[in-house]
């Protein structure tokens, strides 16, 4: 069975910072290129980070310019878990922040083409 499970969600000031994790179950990271994406109510989901596996892009890894400079991706291989570091967070980053995972063959793709999704973490920035 494959499994995705997001945490570290919660209810953060302006300007404080979160860690959201993406643990595996079922299979390794080292198999599949992860992504994380956000969805804010009445909005459209959007890509906020990618990061390339062992079997395919290795150290490849993209951040959305609306976070960039702010939230750092970073991969645990030992763990078999993929972290989202969110420092100055503002209001707007207000979302359910969700994982996926997808072939190694890029390591960066489209909402659409992720084959995994977790159940999401809810992360809420108050001004």
């Known amino acids: 069975e494959v499994q995705l499970v997001e945490s570290g969600g919660g209810l953060v000031q302006a300007g404080g910072s979160l860690r959201l994790s993406c643990a595996a179950s079922g299979f390794s990271f080292d198999s599949y290129s992860i992504g994380w994406f956000r969805q804010a109510p009445g909005k459209e989901r959007e890509r906020v980070s990618c990061i390339g596996s062992s079997a395919g892009s290795v150290g490849s890894t993209y951040v959305a310019d609306s976070v960039k400079g702010r939230f750092t991706i970073s991969s645990d291989n030992a763990k078999n878990t993929v972290s989202l570091q969110m420092d100055s967070l503002k209001p707007e980053d207000t979302a359910v922040y969700y994982c996926?995972?997808?072939?190694?063959?890029?390591?960066?793709?489209?909402?659409?083409?992720?084959?995994?999704w977790g159940q999401g973490t809810q992360v809420t920035v108050s001004s």
């Open positions: 996926a995972a997808a072939s190694v063959s890029r390591y960066c793709w489209s909402a659409t083409e992720y084959d995994y």
